[in-house]
């Protein structure tokens, strides 16, 4: 299949997705990207101020913010556990880059290697650094204990008010159908994976789209 012709198959899909965008837009559903938005999950039975080990967290305006966590906690975990403003488009789901943090290099030498999923959606990251990971990816551990992780300021959506913006919205889901369209084309060039059509595919399910 060529490359114009898969990407017409696909066309109506994203002029949908574009449609739902637009909506939500000019609807004041602002909440779609917040952490603390219904759709998105937090690691439950464990409280705020829980746990041994110490995380800081450096916003993009240059603040940070400490928490306790637990074994096992993502950052995206502890971000919505403590209200940090970490974007989650996919609810963690490794189908998109908006959970993008930056690590200090002490620890992020201490990670395991991210896998060639999370490579995949590293690459369309925005401000890609040699110690990015995504967030929902990042478990924490006796080694970790103690680290440093700075959200980059393009994922912030919030205004200074605690409102949505709604350019950043907009933004937020161009970036994904950006994300989609790559995805589609990784289906014609990496045949033989299946990470890209599982991407894909979870791009289809978070946007209410159906991909054959």
Known sequence: MSLLRLFSSKAPYLKE?????????????????????????????????????TVHFVTPEGETIDVKATEGDTMLDLAQRYDIDLECAC?????????????????????????????????????????????CQIEMNEELDGITVRIP??????????KKSDSKVHESRHNLMLSLFFSLFHTRYRIKTNSSLMTVKGYSQYHGLVCT
């Open 17 to 53: 997705a574009f449609q739902q965008s637009y909506h939500w837009k000019h609807t004041g559903t602002k909440a779609f990207f917040s952490t603390s938005g219904g759709l998105l999950h937090g690691k439950p039975g464990v409280s705020r101020g829980d746990g041994p080990y």
């Open 91 to 135: 609810e963690g789901s490794l189908a998109c880059s908006t959970c993008h943090v930056i690590c200090n290099e002490e620890y992020y030498d201490k990670m395991e290697e991210p896998t060639d999923e999370e490579n995949d959606m590293l690459d369309l990251a925005f401000g890609l650094t040699d110690t990015s990971r995504l967030g």
């Open 153 to 162: 300021s393009a994922t912030r959506n919030l205004r200074v008010d605690g």
